[in-house]
């Protein structure tokens, strides 16, 4: 019984290492990222990172293109020699990203300065995150985090995270709501209720206020009403109109002797400027000339004759 005891031993150390082999194959293929290419890059982060842990999946507008590999600190990393109080106490966050070393690395500037950046965004309620590469140009002003070491890989700058500036706003609108002068407001807001109270009611003196005016406003209309439907003015309204017709049928009538005596007038004007233009020319004539002849009535069947003139 006891000379069996090995063999057991033996049968469960190779089933042991089977199951493990098995496991470890089945991690290798079927990740599939044992012999792919990569590279790594880092980010430096000011604030917290919870939420992100290593293994979290690093994405380009939603694509996934790695994973992160480690989270340290930049004082355990890059400022161990530095004195406390000149640390910057980064988050640094280390990412493997799968594709060709020699083609990528090559361009992790060129795609910096065309405003590639790193932000961990959240994967919705589970309260996981990521890391998300994307291109902000709208964030060309933001500073990068400054840094005195030499980085061990590419360094790709990171912008603060959309709960970090959610937070920061409502930071900013509390700090805003401090430094308010709520008293102040509320009497400029008191004087401004008796303000219009006063506008709307009157001062009992000389401002009678809108009520009053509309209350006399509704008054005079109350009265136009009463006087237009006056039947002794829908009367005197007829006989306006009536004696309005009689007056145009009379310039009517005497239109055509208007025109005639227009005319008269005209051809006195015609002689009147025709006698002058004679006074003008030879003015003795006015005096000196001779008398019209003398006109003999006929008597006894006898032609008329003129004085000083022949018998016909």
Do not use: C, H
Not at 193 to 222: C, H, M, R
């Amino acid at each position: 019984m006891s000379n069996s005891n090995p063999n057991y031993f033996r049968l469960g150390l190779f089933v042991f290492g089977g199951i493990a082999a098995l496991v470890v194959t089945i991690l290798i293929f079927g990740s599939g990222q044992l012999f792919k290419e990569s590279f790594m890059v880092e980010t430096y982060v000011e604030k917290s990172v919870t939420g992100l842990d290593v293994g979290a999946d690093v994405r380009f507008r939603g694509v996934k293109l790695g994973q992160v590999t480690a989270i340290l600190l930049s004082g355990k990393v890059y400022e161990s020699e530095a004195k406390l109080d000149d640390r910057k106490e980064y988050v640094i966050v280390r990412m493997r990203i799968l594709g060709d070393p020699d083609e990528l690395l090559n361009n992790v500037n060129n795609l910096v300065a065309i405003d590639l950046r790193a932000r961990i965004k959240s994967m919705g309620i589970t309260g996981v995150n990521y890391v998300e590469f994307d291109y902000y140009p709208d964030y060309k002003n933001y500073p990068m985090l400054p840094y005195t070491w030499t980085p061990k890989y590419a360094v790709i700058p990171s912008l603060p995270s959309q709960t970090e500036q959610l937070l920061a706003g409502l930071q900013g609108l509390l700090l805003k709501l401090d430094q308010t002068d709520f008293s102040s407001t509320q009497r400029k807001f008191d004087t401004l209720l008796t303000n219009l109270n006063t506008i709307l009611t009157g001062d009992g003196n000389a401002n009678a206020g809108i009520v009053k005016s509309v209350q006399d406003l509704n008054s005079l209309l109350t009265k136009l009403n009463q006087v237009t439907n006056n039947e002794e003015l829908q009367v005197l309204m007829r006989e306006i109109i009536a004696s309005a017709i009689t007056l145009r049928q009379m310039l009517g009538a005497v239109q055509g002797d208007t025109a005639l005596s227009v005319e008269n007038i005209k051809q006195a004007s015609t002689q009147l400027n025709d006698l002058t233009r004679i006074i003008s020319q030879s003015p003795s004539t006015l005096i000196w000339a001779e008398p019209p002849a003398k006109i003999i009535l006929p008597t006894n069947g006898t032609p008329a004759t003129s004085a000083g003139g022949a018998q016909k």
